[in-house]
Structure formats: C-alpha cells, structure tokens
C-alpha cells in the first residue's frame, strides 16, 4: 500500500528547535517523529511511501539515506522551492499513486493508536472519493457532518465563521468533529483537483467539492492521539509513546 507523510511544514510552534532542524526529525523517546510515523505505518502494511520535503530538506533525505529507507521504497517529493500546503502537496504527489488504489495521507506530527487496517477497509466500503479521520475533542476548528458522517462544512467557533458548499447548511443540526490531520483518498481526487494550482488547502477543496461527492467522516473508536505542534507537547508525546507500548 501506498502513503504520503507531510514532512515539509516549518514547525514555527517547535522554536528553537525547528531554527536548526526539521519538524520530522524532533526527537521523541529518543527517535525523529518522521520514523515513528513511517514504522508506524510500515507495520500495518504501506510499503511505498512519498515524503514531501521543504524545510531542512537536506536533513530529512540524508536521514532517510542513513537508515537504508527502513526497508521499503521512500521516495521525496520536493518543495524546496515553495510550500505548497496540504492541497498542493497531494496534488504535486500525485505521480506517486499510479496504481488506482487509494492511498493514505498522514501528518509527521500526529502520533496515534489508529488501526489503518480498519480505516482502509472503511473507505473502500464506502467507495467515497475521501475519507478523513475525525474525533470529539476540543479545538476552536470543527468540520461540520451530517447524520451520516458525510461533509457539510466547517466552523470556527470562536470567531462564528462558517464555510459550506450547501446554502441552506444549519449547522445546529451537523455534528462537530476535528480532524486529525490524517485521511484516506482514492485516485480519483485528481480528476477533480482540475484546475486547482499551485499552493491550496485540502479542507478548502473539500469543502468547495462536498456537495458534489461524498466526503466521509471516520471515527475511530477508543481514540489515542496527540498532535505534536508545541514545545510543551514534547513530554506527553513521550508519555503516549511509552505508555502505548
């Protein structure tokens, strides 16, 4: 199976230690979060991995040359040249899956106890175009699902904005999820990134898309996650690892 992992992001919460290193290769528990992301996901099957690159690139290649690719095949789609967000960064991988399977999409800073076995199968049973995992934590930026989990929309509640491809959207009826930064996609997403160029985000095309297709909402059960985003996430990122061993 195939997956993208997002390793070009600037970390700019992670100062000082992404003003010298990338945000992949910040040490948890004494390894990068890029390889406990990749072991991760090696162990439940992905054998053919694209990491995008930007930020310290150079730092990440030679880290992955160093460890023989852990195995499996690694190659690096490169935006050293510019930052072209989530939206852009799958489109420009796009090349990578050309098997008409669909692939999965992580971010390096998310760490999880999600069974991708079960998210895969998920997808495919729904034979949506997408499919993101979501969970009911607290964050100020919501997706908006129906009773179906399929997308309506998003929300910012603090600031009372909302966005929706459905005019008549009453989002006192959607039930409010956060995304958790990784997602399942069928090949078929390229056809409808027609026209989109450039540097764009994957929730924006969501949403610009939801009303046309069905894009699913996958709730895991029995959550463990944490996002590594801040300096003081650190030590309970190494507390999830040590205590999911």
Same mark, same amino acid.
């Given at each position: 199976?195939?997956?993208?992992?997002?390793?070009?992001?600037?970390?700019?919460?992670? $100062?000082?230690?992404?003003? +010298?290193?990338?945000?992949?290769?910040?040490? !948890?528990?004494?390894?990068?979060?890029?390889?406990?992301?990749?072991?991760?996901?090696?162990?439940?099957?992905?054998?053919? !991995?694209?990491?995008?690159?930007?930020?310290?690139?150079?730092?990440?290649?030679?880290?992955?040359? $160093?460890?023989?690719?852990?195995? !499996?095949?690694?190659?690096?789609?490169? =935006?050293?040249?510019?930052?072209? =967000?989530?939206?852009?960064?799958?489109?420009? #991988? &796009?090349?990578?899956?050309?098997?008409?399977?669909?692939?999965?999409?992580?971010?390096?800073?998310?760490? &999880?106890?999600?069974?991708?076995? $079960?998210?895969?199968?998920?997808?495919? =049973?729904?034979?949506?175009?997408?499919?993101?995992?979501?969970?009911?934590?607290? +964050? #100020?930026? /919501?997706?908006?699902?129906?009773?179906?989990?399929?997308?309506?929309?998003?929300?910012?509640? $603090?600031?009372?904005?909302?966005?929706?491809?459905?005019?008549?959207?009453?989002?006192?009826?959607?039930?409010?999820?956060? %995304? &958790?930064?990784?997602?399942?996609?069928?090949?078929?997403?390229?056809?409808?990134?027609? @026209?989109?160029? @450039?540097?764009?985000?994957?929730?924006? %095309? /969501?949403?610009?898309?939801?009303?046309? +297709?069905?894009?699913?909402? %996958?709730?895991? &059960?029995?959550?463990?996650?944490?996002?590594?985003?801040?300096?003081?996430?650190?030590?309970?990122?190494?507390?999830?690892?040590?205590?999911?061993?």
């Amino acid at each position: 199976m195939k997956a993208l992992v997002f390793a070009a992001g600037l970390g700019t919460r992670l $100062k000082p230690m992404t003003d +010298t290193m990338p945000k992949a290769l910040v040490p !948890i528990d004494g390894k990068p979060l890029l390889e406990h992301v990749l072991r991760k996901l090696i162990a439940n099957g992905f054998d053919e !991995i694209i990491i995008n690159v930007h930020h310290f690139a150079d730092q990440i290649i030679a880290f992955l040359e $160093k460890n023989d690719n852990f195995g !499996i095949r690694i190659v690096i789609s490169d =935006e050293r040249e510019a930052l072209l =967000e989530t939206g852009g960064g799958i489109k420009k #991988a &796009s090349w990578f899956f050309d098997d008409g399977k669909p692939f999965l999409v992580h971010n390096v800073d998310i760490l &999880s106890n999600i069974d991708f076995e $079960k998210l895969y199968r998920y997808h495919l =049973e729904h034979q949506g175009v997408a499919t993101v995992v979501v969970s009911e934590r607290d +964050t #100020a930026r /919501y997706l908006l699902f129906d009773d179906d989990l399929r997308l309506n929309g998003w929300t910012n509640v $603090k600031t009372g904005e909302v966005k929706s491809p459905f005019e008549a959207l009453d989002i006192s009826l959607c039930r409010r999820l956060a %995304f &958790s930064g990784i997602h399942v996609l069928s090949p078929q997403i390229f056809d409808l990134m027609a @026209g989109w160029n @450039g540097k764009f985000s994957i929730i924006d %095309f /969501y949403l610009a898309i939801a009303s046309q +297709t069905e894009i699913k909402g %996958f709730v895991p &059960s029995n959550l463990h996650m944490i996002d590594v985003g801040k300096i003081d996430s650190l030590y309970n990122a190494e507390l999830f690892l040590n205590n999911s061993l």
